[in-house]
C-alpha cells in the first residue's frame, strides 16, 4: 500500500535537490504508524511527536490504509 | 517591590505598599485582582474611572529564559469585561529594576495633548509630547532611543490607540530597541491613548534586580529549568521555524482559518508555512534572521526578522497568527504580502488578529477580493486615514460587521477568533467560547493534546487544563513557549518562587494560581453584566460545516457551563 507522508519542520529530509516535506511511502498492508516511523529512521521519541491521520489526531499503535494521508510532527504551540 | 500609582489628570506619582492580598499574584493574576479590588466593572472603558495597569510576572527580573514578561490590562473597551495582554520586550525587567510590583495609572488628562510619561528611580515624570502625536512606532521608538538612550524600555502606541481604536494594543520595543512586542488583544492601546500617554520610557539606571530569598537555590532550579528547555525536541522547531511551523500543523487538523472562516483547508498553506518561509530567508539572506530573541536571555529565540528580496527589512517578527489571520483567512498565498500588511498594522500598534479578522468579514461584504494583498493593504491604510470604513475596521471584526451588515462575525464576547477554527480544534473553541478574555488562544490552546479534535465530548477537561495553567504562568511572566520546559520538570515552579520569595509552596502552586487567577476574572465580568449566555461560540459556528471535515462547533451548553467547575 501508498501512503502520502507529510513531514513537519525539523522532519523534513535532505535530498540532493534540498529539504523533501512530501513523499509517497510505499509500506507492507497492515503497518501501523511506529512501523512507518521505523522505516524513515525518525530517532525523536514518539512521545514528543503528533500524528494525524486523514485530518484527525492518530496513535503509533494505528494500522494504516492504502491512499492515507499523514501528517508527522514535532508538536509546538501558536504565536 | 512597590506599587507605583500614576494620576494622568494630576500628574503626579504616589509610591505605596503592596496590599497584603496582592502580594502573590503578578502579572494577569495581580490585574484581575487589582480590577476587582479597584475598578468600577461597570464603567466606561474610556472613561475617566478605568485603569491602565502594568503588572511583571512573579518571576520576571532575572533573565530567567522566557520569564520576563509584561502584563498589561484594565477594563477592555472592545469586550467589556476584564482584560491583560502580554507581551515580550524590556518592558517587564525595567519595571522590576524600579521596584515596580505594579504601575497603575489613573485618571485623564483635562486638557486634550499627547504627552509621555518617564519612569526613572523613585521618580515619574510627564513630557510634552505633541511633536509625536499621530506618528507610527516605527518612527518614533528610534526618536525616543535617540533623547533617552540606547538602554531603556519604551511602552508606546502607534495612531491606532491616538484615535481610541478598539483594536488597538501597546507595544513594547525588544531587546534590540525595535518596537515589535505587542500587547495587542482587547483595544488596550485606546485606554492608554485616553490617558494622554503616547509613550511609557522606563529608565532603570541605577536599580537593581529585585531580591532574591535564596540565590544558590534559584541558580541551581534555573540550572534545571535551562536544562529541560535545551533538550526538549520542541526548542529547535521553534529557534528555525518560529510560530510558523503552526501552519502546516493546523492545516493538517483541517483548521487553518481560509476566507473569513469558510474553510480549513487552504489551497496556499504550503507557500505560506514557516517551512517555506525558513527557505525564503535563508535563500534572501542580507538582514534575513531565521532565529531571534525578542528578550534579553531567552534560549529559545522563536522570533525572526522576514526581509524582501533585497535582503531588506520588511517585518519582524513574521508569525503563526499574523500568517493565519492575514494570509489564509484573506486567501493570501504570498508571505510578502501578508508581511507588508504586517509592518502596516504594527506601525499603527493595531491587533493583528483583530484587524485580520475584520478584513476578513469585509472581504465577505464585497469590500476585497480574497487573495487580494494590494487591496489589503488599501483597506489597512484607510484605518490610518480615518474614513468610516477605516474607523470599522480598526475597531474590529464586530465593528466592522455592523457598518457592513454582517451578522457572521468570528468573534467570542466581542474579541475576533485566533487562527484556529474552533470547530475543527474542539478545544479551543472551548476556549474561545469561555475564556474570561474572549475568543484568545493564549488562554488555553488545545492543538498539541493527543485527543481526536473533533470530538465534542472530551474537549472540555482539555480546555479547563490549558486556561488554569496558561492563566498561571501569565501570572508567572512565563512565555508560553517557556511552559513547555516547565512542563517537562514542574518541580522548578515551586522551587523557583521558594528561592526568590520564601514562599512554602506544593506541587499544585500552577493550578491554585490558575484558579484564582480566572476566579477573580470572571468575578469582574459577573459585575460587569456577563452570564452563562456570554460563553458561547456564536451560533453560526454550531450550523455551517467547515470543509474538510464538516465539522460544527457542537459542545455542548451544558458542557460549557462545566468549564470552571472544580
Given at each position: 500500500m501508498q501512503v502520502d507522508v507529510h513531514l513537519h519542520s525539523i522532519l523534513q529530509r535532505q535530498t540532493p535537490d534540498g529539504l523533501l516535506r512530501r513523499l509517497d511511502v510505499e509500506m507492507p498492508e497492515g503497518s501501523t504508524i511506529q512501523r512507518l516511523i521505523d522505516h524513515l529512521g525518525i530517532e525523536i521519541d514518539p512521545e514528543h511527536l503528533l500524528f494525524a491521520l486523514n485530518g484527525r489526531v492518530a496513535h503509533p499503535d494505528q494500522v494504516m490504509a492504502d491512499g492515507d494521508e499523514i501528517h508527522i510532527m514535532v508538536p509546538i504551540s501558536g504565536g | 517591590m512597590k506599587t507605583w500609582r500614576v494620576n494622568a489628570r494630576e500628574q503626579t506619582l504616589t509610591q505605596e505598599a503592596v496590599p497584603e492580598t496582592w502580594e502573590r499574584l503578578g502579572g494577569r493574576g495581580l490585574i484581575a485582582r487589582i480590577l476587582v479590588d479597584e475598578v468600577n466593572a461597570k464603567c466606561d472603558p474610556l472613561g475617566q474611572e478605568n485603569k491602565l495597569i502594568y503588572a511583571p510576572g512573579l518571576l520576571v527580573g532575572h533573565r530567567l529564559s522566557s520569564c520576563d514578561r509584561i502584563s498589561i490590562g484594565g477594563k477592555s473597551p472592545l469586550t467589556g469585561g476584564v482584560k491583560e495582554s502580554n507581551g515580550g520586550g524590556r518592558t517587564g525587567l525595567q519595571l522590576t529594576h524600579l521596584g515596580i510590583k505594579a504601575l497603575i495609572i489613573e485618571d485623564q488628562p483635562a486638557e486634550n495633548g499627547t504627552w509621555l510619561l518617564h519612569l526613572s528611580k523613585d521618580d515619574a515624570s510627564f513630557v510634552k509630547?505633541?511633536?509625536?502625536?499621530?506618528?507610527?512606532v516605527y518612527e518614533v521608538a528610534p526618536i525616543l532611543l535617540e533623547e533617552y538612550g540606547k538602554h531603556v524600555a519604551i511602552s508606546l502606541i502607534g495612531p491606532g490607540g491616538e484615535m481610541f481604536l478598539t483594536g488597538a494594543g501597546i507595544t513594547n520595543i525588544d531587546k534590540d530597541g525595535v518596537p515589535s512586542r505587542i500587547c495587542a488583544r482587547g483595544g488596550l492601546g485606546a485606554v492608554m491613548g485616553k490617558k494622554g500617554l503616547k509613550a511609557i520610557v522606563i529608565d532603570s539606571s541605577g536599580g537593581e534586580k529585585p531580591p532574591i530569598a535564596n540565590s544558590k537555590e534559584f541558580k541551581a532550579a534555573q540550572k534545571v529549568y535551562n536544562k529541560a528547555l535545551m533538550e526538549h525536541p520542541q526548542i529547535k522547531v521553534y529557534a528555525e521555524?518560529?510560530?510558523?511551523?503552526?501552519v502546516r500543523m493546523c492545516h493538517g487538523f483541517g483548521g487553518l482559518p481560509t476566507r473569513d472562516f469558510t474553510s480549513g483547508d487552504f489551497e496556499g498553506a504550503e507557500d505560506i508555512s514557516g517551512e517555506t518561509m525558513r527557505e525564503v530567508l535563508l535563500e534572501r539572506g542580507?538582514?534575513?534572521?531565521?532565529t531571534h530573541a525578542c528578550m534579553a536571555g531567552c534560549t529559545i529565540q522563536c522570533s525572526n526578522i522576514y526581509a524582501d528580496e533585497d535582503g531588506k527589512t520588511i517585518v519582524s517578527p513574521l508569525e503563526y497568527e499574523n500568517i493565519g489571520l492575514l494570509g489564509s483567512n484573506l486567501g493570501i498565498s504570498d508571505l510578502d504580502a501578508i508581511a507588508r500588511l504586517n509592518w502596516a498594522l504594527n506601525d499603527m500598534a493595531l491587533d493583528t488578529i483583530e484587524i485580520g479578522a475584520a478584513l476578513g468579514v469585509a472581504a465577505s461584504a464585497g469590500e476585497m477580493e480574497f487573495g487580494d494583498g494590494e487591496r489589503a493593504l488599501e483597506l489597512v491604510e484607510e484605518i490610518r486615514k480615518g474614513t468610516p470604513l477605516g474607523q470599522a475596521l480598526g475597531n474590529g471584526a464586530v465593528a466592522t460587521g455592523r457598518l457592513l451588515d454582517v451578522e457572521r462575525i468570528p468573534a467570542v464576547k466581542g474579541q475576533a477568533m485566533s487562527a484556529y477554527d474552533g470547530r475543527a480544534i474542539k478545544g479551543t473553541g472551548v476556549t474561545y467560547a469561555t475564556s474570561p478574555q474572549g475568543?484568545?488562544?493564549?488562554?488555553?490552546?488545545?492543538?498539541?493534546?493527543?485527543?481526536?479534535?473533533?470530538?465534542?465530548?472530551?474537549q472540555v477537561e482539555n480546555s479547563r487544563t490549558s486556561q488554569i495553567k496558561m492563566a498561571a504562568y501569565d501570572t508567572l511572566g512565563v512565555c508560553a513557549m517557556g511552559s513547555f520546559g516547565f512542563g517537562k520538570v514542574p518541580e522548578t515552579i515551586p522551587a523557583l518562587l521558594h528561592a526568590r520569595y520564601g514562599w512554602e509552596v506544593g506541587e499544585d502552586i500552577l493550578m491554585e494560581i490558575g484558579q484564582e487567577v480566572l476566579s477573580l476574572e470572571r468575578e469582574f465580568n459577573r459585575m460587569a453584566g456577563f452570564t452563562a449566555a456570554d460563553d458561547r461560540m456564536p451560533k453560526w459556528t454550531t450550523e455551517e460545516p467547515l470543509p474538510p471535515h464538516d465539522a460544527v462547533f457542537d459542545v455542548s451548553p451544558e458542557d460549557l457551563d462545566s468549564v470552571f467547575n472544580w
Open positions: - | 509630547a505633541d511633536n509625536l502625536a499621530g506618528k507610527g521555524y518560529g510560530t510558523a511551523g503552526m542580507g538582514e534575513s534572521e531565521t475568543a484568545d488562544h493564549t488562554c488555553g490552546l488545545t492543538i498539541r493534546a493527543k485527543i481526536d479534535h473533533l470530538d465534542p465530548k472530551v
